[in-house]
């Protein structure tokens, strides 16, 4: 299966688990810092999990979509993530991101997620 189908996959179900978070309380990208930090040390727990979780959807959802709105309306990609892209990458360049951007960390965990690789992989 392609990244394109996942992505396709899955958006629905992130779309729809958006209305249930805004009921709830939302993960920010500080509380998703702190679980990445675990992630990051090699810790396996729900903390850890979540993060990686998070980071590869983030990313595959921004992907897909950059795809389809190139292929439907020539719009260029922002977002260049290399093929050999790994989990525990997306985890550096994040906790990297987020601890040099403490302002931010209120805002919602995907806003971080995109934020941080927008900066480190953005299309030339």
Not at 28 to 40: F, I, P, R, V, W
Not at 92 to 108: C, D, G, Q, S, T
Request: net charge negative.
């Amino acid at each position: 299966m392609t990244k394109l189908q996942i992505g396709c996959l899955t958006l629905p179900f992130l779309l729809c688990s958006q209305n249930v978070m805004a009921e709830s309380n939302v993960t920010t990208t500080g509380e998703l810092m702190n679980y990445c930090m675990a992630a990051d040390n090699i810790q396996v727990n729900f903390g850890s999990g979540y993060c990686m979780g998070n980071i590869s959807g983030a990313l595959l959802m921004s992907t897909s979509h950059q795809v389809y709105m190139s292929n439907e309306y020539g719009f260029k990609p922002t977002l260049c993530i290399p093929e050999n892209w790994t989990i525990g990458q997306g985890i550096k360049v994040f906790l990297k991101w987020a601890n040099n951007h403490p302002e931010r960390l209120h805002e919602p965990d995907y806003a971080g997620v995109y934020a941080s690789h927008l900066d480190a992989f953005r299309c030339k």
